[in-house]
């Protein structure tokens, strides 16, 4: 029988936002806000608009996946302001997920990317393996949106 090996973060890891913003400004890799359909539904709700009208003014593709316009020379997410998201009610998914995301799961990763980066690891509540795990389904499911 084979032994699922448990992961680095099953007995929970402490994590809570401290509302630094920095997960909000472009950071090469990864610098995109992806929207999937509900992320554009959700969000243009919040806004009170069509979804239509909010993909055609907020969103572009980039080899063939939405994801909020970003401006060259300005890293800052376009709903940032200073350091808070105005539209935090309808942000996307993968705003809801960081910093569990399934590509930085891995210990070099969470290292380099996760723990010298956001400030908020460390600090707070301990978020459950469990909750953990569900976190990381949901950022895995929303991203068979991208692209739609
Ligand atoms: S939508 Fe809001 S939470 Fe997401 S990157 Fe932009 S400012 Fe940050």
Known sequence: MEVKQKEWWQDGVRFQCQGSGKCCTSHGEFGFVFMTPEDRKRMAKALKMRTSDFTKKYCQKTGGIYHLIETVGK??????????????????????????????????????????????????????????????????????????
């Open 75 to 148: 890293p800052d997410c376009m709903f940032l302001n200073g350091k808070s998201c105005t539209v935090y009610e309808g942000r996307p998914t993968q705003c809801r997920t960081w910093p569990f995301w399934p590509e930085v799961m891995n210990a070099k990763s969470w290292k380099k990317d996760v723990v010298e980066f956001c400030p908020g690891i460390g600090k707070g509540k301990i978020i459950s393996g469990n909750e953990i795990e569900k976190i990381l389904s949901e950022q895995k499911n929303s991203e068979k949106g991208f692209g739609k």
